[in-house]
């Protein structure tokens, strides 16, 4: 009998690791040292391919517009010859992770995209320099090493957020947006529009998703970005470096409270508490809503859904005082690897893009960004991209320092108190307590 | 050629391959590119074996024997015993999945214990497994005694609960999100998606698991029950015993170690849940304990895969991840001693 049991035991577990396998599920964790490990094994054999020998590889971070950017290369390779290979990430997928396993496959591609600090730590001495590329002098907004002081990351763009509006809803509401400069006004216009839903054709005032699993990023990075930086200068990091040492400024805090309460308040409840950027995005986008939490990222989505009203974006402004300016920086950079043996086909492609009209016309006009480059000719053309160069123009801009904040504490600590708000689990004052007592922890097992 | 100079040209053969294959690994250590290491190994390797059969001695049969195994052991070892030990290597280390600093002895194993968000995904992933073991074994077991009973189309039926398990966990995750989101809250006008309830979605989590994992265990219990000898149940029957006493006086006695397999394998799938705790949840919604907040459905695998990937923390993952796998080995060991010992010697 022992016999049999170990048989139909044996027999079992065969067929379970068969099923899984057919199944690409995650049962193929019993090995607990996971899979990244395995490919750090693999990586001293170095055999990988790619699927062109002579290709420059890109791995872009920004999925909408990934199709622009394949054009932008067809084009480039039909000038040069040089094949240029893109592959996008994003919509939830964690680049960095992706990266790193990438690097322990010995399949690290050409040219990869970092978020800031944090992501640049890991790559440290890995990427080429880049300063003697023609795009260094005509920007800004280049990534620097600290502390080599060399230009490593090439911007394509320039990109900001606040609380975008559709301008058609708030003319017949009888709202002018550029008063939209502090929590009074808000409320009042957010009362104002709430009270004529029925003759807009609105289901709610704001579109908001603040659900911790998927859409932390909107709440714990972007929303959060404005208490530590909005309507402060570009180089100011009071509030950021305050909460690097785990505190928080309790009477801005509180304010900021107030304003998330009162966008909650007006928010699609559905929408607010289980709904993904998609649900959140079409409400806005098809009129049922007149602002949403998004920047000028969604430009390229917005014939999808066949949009035809106006939009711009106004500050997120929290405070009692005016705040007019809005959340823009460099979103992330591409870096050049260093031990790649195609670093000057990969400059002189950087190059193209940053310089010439062609590449510029790519980023600009076809992906609806705005261009970091000052010798760069090429108007934005949608509507957002439109608004947001105001902004850019008139120097009205605060930095992104949620960028730098510590790996992952959007995820893991932030968004959760952003949720529970949102369900009711918390009020305004433990709101202002636990998002100072999140921060502190976080940042202390750091 | 006599045996004397057999000997020493295989021993020239072997001491020949094995200078090829370490001056390979040294290029290779060495980080010289080109493809002239790799032909030196297998060219060292080829040497070795073939001077080693050369041998002049009486172990041709192990050497054949080794041989053959080669292929299994060599992939075993290159795939799981490599990165296994390597992986507690990088335990101690301060390791950020690119490279390595420093060593820090048990300082992960320590911080590990100190977070809540740990202590708390332990809980939860022992709670939830005792609670799917349960589910799942009763809904196989209900779904088993169903297929082989006489009804009409029990070949159907095997198929049609079958089916779940040849989804992919993450596409079935993401198809249930929606429909815990939108046609739950759809049908049930005014309701909130279960996914916002932390003990709800927990719930959901169990269902779908159970759901799908259900029809897979009921297709070994359905094994087991075909093999109860039918002269055992004609017996049964002429002594007049009901069909609830032959389920449990003798069906599940003499199936008793198929239910070893089936809590086992149970045991350690809902231990070891990712994909729909993945998909279904990423973690969401928060709970809220005392002054902290911390997400409600992350179970063990996805605290680990967080504290790696998300916080970018590769060595406190690696190390849960070691905790894990002892974990996982003793309580399954456990099982399989105690429940062996429930099971009849025919």
């Known amino acids: 009998m022992k016999k049999k049991s170990l048989a139909v035991l044996l027999a079992g577990t065969m067929s379970a690791a068969l099923f899984a396998g057919c199944g690409g599920s995650g049962a193929s964790t019993s090995s607990s040292a996971g899979n990244s490990k395995s490919e750090a094994a693999s990586e001293s054999t170095g055999t990988t391919t790619t699927a062109s020998k002579d290709a420059i590889r890109l791995v872009n971070g920004k999925i909408e517009i990934d199709e622009q950017l394949k054009a932008a290369a067809k084009k480039y390779q039909e000038e040069t010859g040089q094949e240029v290979s893109i592959e996008s990430l994003g919509g939830g997928v964690d680049i960095s992770g992706q990266l790193?396993?990438?690097?322990?496959?010995?399949?690290?591609?050409?040219?990869?995209?970092?978020?800031?600090?944090?992501?640049?730590?890991?790559?440290?001495?890995?990427?080429?320099?880049?300063?003697?590329?023609?795009?260094?002098k005509d920007t800004d907004f280049g990534y620097t090493d600290d502390e080599t002081g060399k230009v490593?990351?090439?911007?394509?763009?320039?990109?900001?957020?606040?609380?975008?509006?559709?301008?058609?809803?708030?003319?017949?509401?009888g709202i002018d947006p550029t008063t939209l400069v502090n929590y009074d006004a808000y409320k009042a216009a957010f009362e104002k529009i709430d009270g004529m839903k029925e003759e807009l054709g609105l289901s709610a005032v704001c579109s908001v998703a603040a659900e911790s699993g998927q859409m932390y990023w909107s709440t714990g990075n972007h929303l959060f970005g404005y208490y530590l930086s909005g309507g402060l200068e570009r180089d100011d990091n009071t509030y950021f470096d305050m909460a690097l040492e785990g505190k928080v400024d309790t009477d801005r805090m509180s304010q900021y409270a107030d304003f998330i309460g009162l966008l909650y308040q007006y928010s699609d409840q559905q929408t607010l508490i289980s709904g993904t950027y998609d649900d959140q995005l079409a409400l806005w986008a098809q009129g049922k809503a007149a602002f949403i939490t998004e920047g000028n990222w969604i430009d390229p989505s917005l014939p999808d859904y066949n949009v035809s009203f106006n939009c711009g974006?106004?500050?997120?402004?929290?405070?009692?005082?005016?705040?007019?300016?809005?959340?823009?920086?460099?979103?992330?950079?591409?870096?050049?690897?260093?031990?790649?043996?195609?670093?000057?086909?990969?400059?002189?492609?950087?190059?193209?893009?940053?310089?010439?009209?062609?590449?510029?016309?790519?980023?600009?006009?076809?992906?609806g960004m705005i261009s970091p480059y000052k010798s760069s000719t090429v108007e934005p053309e949608s509507p957002l991209a439109v608004s947001l160069k105001t902004y850019v123009n008139e120097g009205k801009t605060s930095s992104w320092a949620w960028a730098n904040m510590p790996e992952g504490i959007a995820q893991n600590a932030i968004g959760l108190v952003y949720e529970s708000y949102a369900k009711g689990d918390i009020d305004k004052d433990q709101f202002v307590t636990m998002m100072q007592s999140s921060i502190a922890d976080y940042v202390a097992n750091k | 050629m006599n045996t004397a100079a057999k000997k020493s040209l295989s021993l020239g053969m072997l001491v020949v391959g094995a200078v090829l294959m370490v001056a390979a690994l040294i290029l290779d250590f060495m980080g010289t590119k080109g493809a002239m290491r790799g032909y030196l190994l297998i060219a060292g390797a080829l040497l070795i074996i073939v001077g080693l059969l050369k041998l002049p001695n009486k172990k041709h049969t192990k050497i054949v024997n080794g041989l053959f195994l080669f292929p299994m052991v060599f992939t075993f070892g290159v795939t799981v015993m490599i990165p296994f030990i390597l992986g507690i290597i990088y335990s101690f280390t301060d390791w950020n999945g690119v490279s390595v600093t420093q060593f820090v002895g048990l300082e992960n194993y320590i911080t590990m214990f100190r977070q809540l968000d740990?202590?708390?995904?332990?809980?939860?992933?022992?709670?939830?497994?005792?609670?799917?073991?349960?589910?799942?074994?009763?809904?196989?077991f209900c779904l088993a005694l169903l297929c082989t009973s006489k009804i009409k189309g029990k070949n159907f039926f095997r198929a049609a609960y079958f089916l779940p398990n040849l989804i992919g966990g993450i596409v079935l995750g993401y198809v249930w999100q929606f429909i815990f989101n939108k046609v739950f809250t759809t049908v049930f006008v005014g309701s909130n998606s279960m996914l916002t309830d932390a003990n709800l979605a927990i719930l959901a989590i169990l269902f779908v698991n159970t759901w799908q994992y259900a029809g897979y265990i009921m297709m070994i219990y359905v094994t087991g029950l075909q093999s109860v000898p039918?002269?055992?149940?004609?017996?049964s029957n002429v002594d007049g015993a009901s069909p609830l006493t032959t389920l449990f006086k003798i069906k599940i006695p003499m199936i008793a170690n198929t239910f070893t397999v089936c809590i086992f394998l149970t045991l350690v799938n809902s231990f070891k849940l990712f994909d729909l705790n993945l998909s279904i949840t990423n973690g969401a919604p928060s709970r809220v304990l005392g002054d902290k907040i911390i997400q409600s459905t992350e179970f063990l695998a996805l605290n680990i895969y967080k504290t790696a990937i998300g916080k970018n923390d590769y060595a406190l993952g690696q190390t849960k991840a070691v905790v894990f796998f002892v974990i996982l080995a003793i309580v399954s060991l456990t099982q399989v001693s105690i429940s062996k010992k429930k099971e009849v010697e025919l």
């Open chain 1, 100 to 136: 790193k396993s990438y690097y322990a496959a010995g399949n690290m591609p050409d040219m990869f995209v970092i978020g800031g600090d944090g992501d640049y730590a890991n790559w440290t001495g890995k990427c080429a320099d880049l300063s003697d590329c023609a795009f260094v």
């Open chain 1, 152 to 173: 490593v990351g090439f911007p394509y763009a320039v990109e900001g957020y606040g609380i975008t509006y559709n301008a058609d809803i708030l003319e017949k509401a």
């Open chain 1, 313 to 367: 974006i106004a500050p997120l402004a929290f405070t009692k005082e005016d705040m007019t300016s809005v959340l823009a920086d460099s979103p992330s950079w591409w870096c050049v690897y260093g031990e790649s043996d195609k670093v000057d086909a990969c400059k002189a492609f950087l190059d193209y893009l940053a310089t010439t009209e062609e590449g510029q016309t790519c980023l600009v006009k076809d992906a």
């Open chain 2, 230 to 235: 039918s002269d055992v149940l004609e017996a």
């Open chain 2, 118 to 140: 740990f202590v708390y995904s332990f809980i939860l992933t022992l709670l939830f497994t005792i609670v799917n073991i349960v589910s799942v074994n009763i809904a196989g």
